[in-house]
């Protein structure tokens, strides 16, 4: 993975010095709170109900032991013991204090981490497949591109002060593991006939107020030219936004305003005077930041079989293990959604335990998913049952990945200041009603998302059943969305009707899930059923 070099060091030092005076002057009374906002925002500091918050990067969402090993410090030094994996491959820490703020920022740039950019008007963490450098079915590691991209937009002072936040995905697999097109830009990797690596680009996508989904503006785009399109892609976007209108900011709806051709036709416009810049990297440059990402040193002649004979090992291979490219090896996921548990919530001590257990069976490579769990990348199929073991001690081998337990939730009213209804209870209730193993397999993958208020943290949108919280005269209420999926599909759930209380909607999820096993052919997922069938026949059941 990739390491700082002396420059990146001294810059991610030099920040962290450049805040503790900030929050010095801050605590002496020599800066107000508006004045310090802005600057906090900048180290990825929010003022949450409670408490301060802070959200750090993990680019791409590929972390080794060391820095976990830092993250569980920080978690049990500094918060209360626990950190929060979020959906854009970040962890949060929601109980900071404001003057211990800056030891952490110097605790985690000791280790080449930071929280710059992880808010505020800027590119946001790039992220990237989850199984980047694994994945059976990849073109190649995106993790190079993800990691250049970064290097040349992080301070870049055209992107400094976007009008608004600005986020990247970057894939290379044909199935879509990092909701692609729910990004502002999102690069594919693919091959043209030639054989030659460039990407599908996509541009407009976001959640929130206005969700929309990415149209794709390029069928190809050959890869050396990706910083001169990214650079016509903002310039377009910087120019034109709507600066005077906060909801209004984002690409996505300047995408949408000026319609998908013309965006098109502006951004091949500033594309050709990129390139007569020639502002693009040398292949040197890209080859000296892929060399950080040389697949580690595989053994050949392994064993592909796997010993089954503990049918709760079996089960666990089943639904939480996937293929990997290197004969002999395997893709390890970790849940982090306990039925009753917070979803992507863990203590410091499981992050010691998935440190020590990434080096001892994973060439110390840890990855962070958009659905809050974790994976272990690279683990040699003879290791999974010590692997499963250790796991199943801590309380981490839950089976459920993709199953109806495997919530993805946001902090909600407990603990954001934005939100208009509770989020973690919900998803707690909802995993505890379908907490039978039987009965999650069998209804097979169905992903729900859940989110506080109507900027989807939670991803409701893109659920194949989503949850919005919303504030209907002062109380807690919960609209119910069916159909959107994150993945290679991707769609945009619509509401159903009226909204519940929070017993309420536990039960319109439980009416829809039935509802969905007395109308599925075989072998029909969730989603499959509700595109075929349509929105009526759950209506139907949900409201009656
Ligand atoms: C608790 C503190 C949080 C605050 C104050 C916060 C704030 C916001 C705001 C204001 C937006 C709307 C931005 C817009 O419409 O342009 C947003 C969107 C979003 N946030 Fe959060 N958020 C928080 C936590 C989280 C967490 C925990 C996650 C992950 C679980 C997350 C992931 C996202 C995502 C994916 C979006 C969707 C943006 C898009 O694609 O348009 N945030 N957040
Ligand atoms: S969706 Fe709303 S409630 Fe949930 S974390 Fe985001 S801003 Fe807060």
Same mark, same amino acid.
């Given at each position: 993975m990739y390491q700082y070099d002396q420059y990146d060091q001294a810059m991610v030092d030099a920040r962290v010095e450049e805040f503790r005076d900030q929050v010095r002057r801050r605590l002496a009374g020599d800066i107000n709170d508006d004045q310090f906002k802005p600057l906090r925002l900048k180290n990825g500091l929010y003022l949450q109900l409670h408490a301060y918050m802070l959200r750090v990067a993990i680019p791409y969402?590929?972390?080794?032991?060391?820095?976990?090993?830092?993250?569980?410090?920080? @978690?049990?030094?500094?918060?209360?013991?626990?950190?929060?994996?979020?959906?854009?491959?970040?962890?949060?820490?929601?109980?900071?204090?404001? !003057?211990? @703020? =800056?030891?952490?920022?110097?605790?985690?740039?000791?280790?080449?981490?930071?929280?710059?950019?992880?808010?505020?008007?800027?590119?946001?963490?790039?992220?990237?497949?989850?199984?980047?450098g694994a994945a059976a079915d990849e073109i190649c590691d995106p993790r190079p591109w993800a990691e250049l991209i970064r290097q040349a937009t992080t301070f870049h002072p055209e992107f400094s002060y976007l009008p608004r936040k600005f986020k990247i995905a970057v894939i290379s697999a044909a199935e879509d593991r990092a909701a692609l097109r729910w990004h502002d830009c999102a690069l594919r990797i693919v091959r043209n006939e030639a054989g030659e690596e460039g990407f599908e680009v996509y541009a407009g996508g976001g959640m929130g107020r206005t969700p929309f989904i990415a149209y794709k503006i390029r069928d190809f785009l050959p890869a050396a030219q990706i910083f001169s399109y990214l650079q016509a892609i903002l310039r377009v976007w910087n120019l034109h936004a709507r600066r005077d209108n906060i909801h209004k900011q984002r690409m996505k709806i300047l995408v949408h305003e000026l319609g998908e051709e013309e965006f098109r036709r502006q951004v091949e416009e500033e594309f050709q005077t990129f390139l007569a810049l020639g502002t693009d990297f040398p292949q040197a440059e890209y080859d000296r930041i892929a060399a950080y990402f040389t697949p580690p040193p595989f053994e050949a002649g392994l064993s592909d079989d796997i010993d089954r004979s503990d049918p709760d090992f079996a089960l666990w291979v089943d639904r939480q293990v996937v293929a990997h490219k290197a004969p002999g090896y395997a893709i390890a996921n970790i849940s982090l959604k306990p039925v009753g548990g917070i979803p992507g919530d863990i203590s410091a001590e499981q992050m010691e335990l998935v440190a020590d257990l990434a080096e001892r069976y994973s060439f110390d490579e840890i990855r962070a998913t958009h659905a809050q769990n974790l994976v272990l990348p690279h683990v040699r199929k003879a290791d999974l049952y010590a692997l499963w073991q250790a796991l199943d001690a801590a309380g981490l081998a839950n089976v459920n990945l993709d199953l109806v337990t495997d919530i993805i939730a946001c902090p909600g009213l407990d603990y954001c200041t934005?939100?208009?209804?509770?989020?973690? =209870?919900?998803?707690?209730?909802?995993?505890?009603?379908?907490?039978?193993?039987?009965?999650?397999?069998?209804?097979? !993958?169905?992903?729900?998302?859940?989110?506080?208020?109507?900027?989807?943290?939670?991803?409701?949108?893109?659920?194949?059943?989503?949850?919005?919280?919303?504030?209907?005269?002062?109380?807690?209420?919960?609209?119910?969305?069916?159909?959107?999926?994150?993945?290679?599909?991707?769609?945009?759930?619509?509401?159903?009707? =009226?909204?519940?209380?929070? @017993?309420?909607?536990?039960?319109a999820v439980e009416r829809t899930v039935e509802r969905y096993r007395e109308l599925r052919e075989p072998g029909e997922r969730f989603l499959d059923t509700y595109r075929r069938v349509g929105l009526d026949p759950f209506k139907e059941a949900i409201y009656g």
């Open positions: 969402g590929t972390f080794n032991s060391r820095q976990m090993r830092k993250l569980a410090h920080i @978690a049990r030094t500094y918060d209360r013991g626990y950190g929060h994996f979020t959906t854009r491959q970040n962890i949060q820490y929601n109980w900071i204090k404001l !003057e211990e @703020a =800056p030891d952490i920022l110097a605790e985690l740039a000791s280790v080449e981490m930071h929280a710059i950019q992880t808010s505020g008007e800027s590119i946001r963490n790039i992220s990237a497949d989850q199984y980047a934005l939100a208009n209804a509770r989020s973690i =209870p919900v998803a707690q209730k909802i995993a505890e009603r379908f907490a039978n193993m039987e009965r999650q397999l069998d209804i097979g !993958e169905l992903k729900i998302k859940i989110s506080g208020c109507i900027n989807a943290c939670g991803h409701h949108h893109a659920g194949q059943i989503g949850i919005l919280g919303v504030d209907r005269k002062g109380t807690e209420n919960y609209q119910l969305l069916l159909g959107g999926s994150g993945a290679e599909d991707t769609s945009q759930a619509k509401i159903t009707g =009226p909204g519940f209380d929070e @017993a309420g909607i536990v039960d």
